[in-house]
């Protein structure tokens, strides 16, 4: 492996004409792209943990809202949504590493969402209600702007276009008490489950066969991620983050 020699540290006649010249008391260091390796380590996907988890704690969210559950179960349907908050957050951890910045951010937002939430019908804080719907009218926001960079990613999108009335629903019932509106976003929590639930399933069922099996709808670049070759995932490689010097 040939290597570039180093400039002379006062960057005498004899450096290469298209080097700068070093400043003084510095050395220009040689180019080290020929001696530069990038490590990657496969990991399994954990979008069906994340999605499965999406789909759980939006079953018990959903029942309480509808009164399949007395008020009585507010602090057990918390119980049972609080480990959400670990899990997505772990799965958006593991999305980092994998370099899907989309997925990270969606699931780590999520994970952030039953955290509040679990804490403020646990503690049974005052103005608790009202300040969740708040909250998810502000998670309507978000949920707003990532539907904008997520259609390539039609399963992720799937499950943001359903959340969004349902953040829109829970943040206005909270906003104004108004009973039909809690109902309405109780049926919209389980429309939300039966989305994401499908969507874990057939993330898994292509993960276990290497295949798709059901259709998921990807275009554009998340197509290509997984029906091209090793060439098209390691293009522009050098420029992602981890890999260049600042963020």
Known sequence: ???????????????????????????????????TRINLRPIASPMPLGFFTIAIASVMTGCLQLGVF????????????????????????????ARDVIAATLMAVFAGSWLPYSLIMLSDAPEGLE?????????????????????????LWFV????????????LAGVTGAEWLTRTSGALGLAVA??????????????MRSEQVLPIGRSGPAHFAVEGDLSVQLRNLERQAGVRRTL
């Not at 700068?20 to 020929?34: I, V």
């Open 1 to 35: 492996m040939s290597t570039a020699s180093p400039v002379p540290a006062d960057g005498g006649d004899d450096a290469p004409a298209d080097r700068p010249a070093a400043p003084p008391g510095r050395r220009f260091e040689p180019d080290l792209r020929s001696m």
């Open 70 to 97: 007395d008020e009585e179960a507010r602090a057990a349907v918390a119980f049972t949504v609080l480990p959400a908050f670990v899990l997505q957050l772990l799965v958006s951890f593991l999305s980092f590493g």
């Open 131 to 155: 300040v969740l719907g708040v909250f998810n009218l502000a998670l309507l926001c978000f949920g707003a702007l990532m539907t904008a960079v997520t259609r390539p990613k039609r399963a």
């Open 160 to 171: 943001l276009a359903v959340s969004l009335p349902r953040w829109a629903a829970t943040g």
């Open 194 to 207: 039966l989305v994401a639930m499908y969507t874990a399933f057939a993330l898994m069922l292509e993960d």
